[in-house]
């Protein structure tokens, strides 16, 4: 059986093509993930990871390459096809929270279960599920601007995995947080990530963060690189 669930080849990317601006951040980056494995992506600052996550997700397109996600093949495809790709398959986590501010920690969860019809009363179930997970079940009824800077990056955390998705993207998902905060609310995301056995490629600039993980890669001249 094949368990990639994100499949990557040959991935290339170019702003300002043609002018003296020019900058090419991929150039055949290839990268497989399988089912239940946790990879850390780490990178200089500029070299490209946002712009590879995004590719990964489907919010951008690669100039040449292929993404395949959970055995579907995402090129070619027109934008409601991918839309509907990223929805059930893919959830993302940046380094700011980006939750609703008028709705609660649980609305925040429910709301994209919603959007893939789910009921009501199964959205609520499964977002105090995941709540309870990482620890701020107590905190489901406040807004976002209520919660300390950790627990609204938990609650981030479980609104990418309110869907299932098969295979979790991170951009710094601690960076904008304290070290010791930091550190707990990474175990809040591992163990969300094992539980549910999905794919995970998290970018960190925080290498004890990336050494916790199953493997690294390095995006170094428009590559990636296994890190030993």
């Known amino acids: 059986m094949n368990d990639v669930t994100l499949r990557l080849n040959g991935l290339t990317k170019t702003y300002l093509p043609g002018t003296p601006g020019e900058v090419q951040v991929l ?93 009501e009363r199964a959205a609520q179930d499964r977002a105090m599920i995941l709540l309870d997970r990482v620890g701020v079940a107590a905190r489901a009824s406040h807004r976002p601007a209520a919660l300390s800077g950790g ?28 070290p010791e905060t930091s550190d707990q609310v990474f175990g809040a995301l591992m163990t969300l990530v094992r539980e549910a056995g999905l794919s995970a ?12 993980m199953d493997r690294m890669v390095r995006l170094d001249g428009g590559v990636l690189r296994p890190v030993e």
């Open 27 to 119: 150039r055949g980056a290839d990268l497989e993930l399988r089912a239940g494995e946790a990879v850390a992506l780490v990178a200089p600052s500029g070299a490209g990871k946002s712009t590879l996550l995004h590719i990964a997700g489907l919010l951008d397109t690669p100039d040449q390459g292929t993404v395949e996600i959970a055995g579907q093949a995402a090129s070619g495809k027109g934008d409601r096809k991918r839309t509907g790709i990223r929805r059930h398959d893919v959830g993302f986590v940046y380094q700011f929270h980006h939750l609703l501010p008028e709705f609660t920690a649980l609305e925040n969860i429910v709301l994209p279960q919603l959007a893939n019809g789910v009921s």
């Open 201 to 212: 490629l998290i970018a960190t600039h925080n290498l004890d963060l990336a050494a916790r």
């Open 151 to 178: 627990e609204q990056q938990r609650v981030a955390f479980c609104r990418a995995l309110a869907n299932e998705p098969r295979v979790l993207l991170a951009d710094e998902p601690t960076g904008n947080l304290d």
